[in-house]
């Protein structure tokens, strides 16, 4: 089936680093979708891209959707200890109203 | 409600029991989605309901498992005979699909908390 290849699958960094991340496929979708999970909750969207070569902003998150529609990344700027949890990349199938999910990039921020 | 919600937010059950999941979406919401989740895992799709169509099964790991919606709103995901490797977090989302978006109709899905189910 689809999928969804999401890297790295953890990380631990510094308060005050950068942080990138990103998700690859082997088909072409045309909505890419990069959500957070906290524990104990359910994921919450965080950036939609729609466009190829798209460059989108939410406070310190950085997403691109890329110009081949196969992969996007995520950027997050100067992290805070707030910033742990699962980072998943997701895209939407308009064909069949789906949404893939990766397996997620575990962040965990040491103070 | 202001938000999807879900019932239990745990369930413990012996192995062979059935269980039921609820799912309440937020009002409005026509798409309705049931995703599984397990201990260091993606999300993995079960199924997916969307006004009066016949729902999208496609992603039931087995006969085992059904998901029905009353009245276009709220859903109960059952589980008969459960077993061991069923336990996991069953998430629920919804979504007002027919919006006008760019890309084909997408629209953002909202998540409940989970039901996290462990078979003993």
């Known amino acids: 089936g689809q999928q969804l290849n999401q890297s790295p699958q953890s990380m631990f960094i510094q308060e005050g680093e950068d942080v990138s991340m990103n998700c690859t496929s082997s088909?072409?979708?045309?909505?890419w979708l990069w959500y957070k999970q906290d524990p104990g909750e359910g994921p919450v969207l965080l950036i939609a891209?729609?466009?190829?070569?798209e460059l989108t902003s939410n406070g310190r998150l950085t997403a691109q959707f890329g110009i081949t529609r196969k992969d996007s990344f995520l950027n997050i700027s100067a992290s805070i200890p707030s910033d742990v949890g699962i980072y998943f990349c997701?895209?939407?199938?308009?064909?069949?109203?789906?949404?893939?999910f990766g397996t997620g990039t575990r962040l965990k921020v040491l103070a | 409600g202001a938000g999807v919600s879900q019932s239990p937010s745990n369930k413990v059950t012996e192995k062979g029991k059935d269980v039921e999941l609820r799912c309440d979406p937020i009002?409005?919401?026509?798409?309705l989605y049931w995703y599984r989740q397990s201990l260091g895992q993606g999300l993995e799709f079960l199924i997916y309901?969307?006004?009066?169509?016949?729902?999208?099964k496609s992603g039931l790991p087995s006969d085992r498992f059904s998901a029905e919606r009353t009245g276009g709103s709220v859903s109960t995901l059952t589980i008969q005979r459960t077993q061991q490797e069923d336990s996991a977090v069953y998430l629920c989302?919804?979504?007002?699909?027919?919006?006008?978006?760019?890309?084909?109709?997408?629209?953002?899905?909202?998540f409940g908390q989970g039901t996290r189910l462990t078979v003993v």
């Open positions: 989302a919804s979504s007002l699909v027919g919006s006008r978006r760019t890309g084909g109709g997408y629209t953002e899905a909202f």
């Open positions: 088909s072409i979708f045309n909505t």
């Open positions: 891209l729609y466009k190829a070569g």
């Open positions: 997701a895209v939407f199938t308009s064909g069949t109203y789906k949404y893939i």
């Open positions: 009002s409005g919401h026509t798409a």
């Open positions: 309901f969307q006004g009066n169509s016949a729902p999208d």
